[in-house]
């Protein structure tokens, strides 16, 4: 494989300075933003390592938790602000908010707040496009208390029974909301609910090269007609489950928990290796940082910018 590990690296950057920009605009005297926000701090590895190994043309669907995911399948990070401003350029014309974010161009289809809904809906894409005999393949990601819906066991039974060119990616950050999973399911290891369905990768989701490698088994195993892979990856989120908080205060996590976890930051963990083998140097780091920062401004100024969907535009777009 080529080492791209400072493309990773730009890719899960960006995102975390995405997110910590939405973070400290969010609360703001003026709240542009009328959304619920469930930010992706933390979990940065999965979404480009699995990302990284995708074409413009293959398709992600994506949960509550979706900006990484938009963004790293490459969805126009101007016209994701605008959505989260609630404003008429916004990718879904400021209609739907950060849960509801598509970018067709680049393959971004859907976001859904229903856990677990994307993951039907996912599932039967791929099995168009298996009847459409094209070789594009699908990508779902959900969460671990997705994992848990009956309509994932359904899918998943459904997409190896056809041998669809899916792939289910599921993020077990530990958490459904704030309950742990000792708390919610007498058999914790998620992979083994799904090993005698269909072939199951686990692995370091804080690891951006080990995630990338699994992914590209299993995406080439869709692409090439052999059927669906299950990819687990263990990670954890930074942030609370919603808004910007970071659930310390002794509601759900211990500051311990957290900072153990952040110790082990995808980001920083990839940054310093970079740096003892040569491959990066601070300036070069600094210099990607202002890059990032600046395309931020822009889109933060571009969202500010734009008019809100005009009253009369209210019901447009609305298919349910
Ligand atoms: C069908 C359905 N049930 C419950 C909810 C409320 N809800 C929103 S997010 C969430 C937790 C999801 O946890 P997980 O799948 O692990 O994703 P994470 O938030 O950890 O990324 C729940 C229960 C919902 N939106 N949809
Ligand atoms: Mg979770």
């Known amino acids: 494989m080529k080492d791209e590990r400072l493309k990773l690296y730009q890719a899960m950057k960006r995102i975390r300075m995405v997110e910590t920009a939405i973070a400290d605009n969010y609360n703001n005297e003026v709240r542009e933003m009328h959304t619920p926000i469930h930010l992706y ?5 999965v979404a480009v390592g699995v990302c990284s190994e995708l074409n413009r043309e293959d398709t992600v669907f994506s949960n509550h938790r979706c900006h990484g995911h938009y963004l790293a399948k490459g969805g126009d990070l101007n016209r994701m602000m ?41 599932t039967g894409y791929a099995l168009a496009e298996k009847m459409k005999k094209s070789n594009h393949v ?28 899916v792939v289910f990616v599921c993020e077990n950050n530990l958490y459904s909301i704030s309950t742990p999973m000792d708390r919610r399911e007498p058999n914790q290891d998620i992979s083994s609910k799904f090993e005698t369905i269909l072939p199951v990768h686990k692995v370091d989701g804080n690891d951006v090269i080990a995630v990338r490698e699994a992914a590209g088994i299993a995406i080439e195993a869709a692409r090439s007609g052999k059927g669906p892979s299950f990819l687990e990856c263990m990670t954890y989120r930074f942030r609370d489950h919603h808004n910007v908080g970071n659930g310390v205060d002794g509601r759900f996590r211990t500051t311990e928990e957290l900072q153990d976890w952040e110790n082990n930051c995808p980001i920083e963990k990839l940054k310093k290796e970079m740096l003892l083998e040569g491959i990066v140097n601070e300036k070069k780091l600094y210099d990607i940082e202002q890059k990032i920062k600046q395309e931020i401004e822009e889109a933060f100024l571009y969202a500010r910018s734009s ?10 777009g609305l298919w349910g």
Do not use: W
């Open 138 to 165: 699908s990508v779902i990601f959900f969460g671990d208390g997705a994992s848990e819906e009956g309509s994932v066991y359904e899918s998943i039974c459904f997409a190896e029974l056809k041998k669809l060119p």
């Open 307 to 316: 008019s809100c969907p005009a009253s009369s535009e209210l019901f447009d």
């Open 82 to 122: 605008a959505e989260l401003h609630n404003r008429e350029t916004g990718c879904c014309k400021g209609h739907g908010g950060s849960m509801h974010l598509m970018d067709k161009k680049h393959g971004v289809a859907l976001t859904s707040a229903i856990v677990a809904g994307n993951v039907s809906i996912g």
């Open 41 to 45: 701090d933390g979990q940065e590895a």
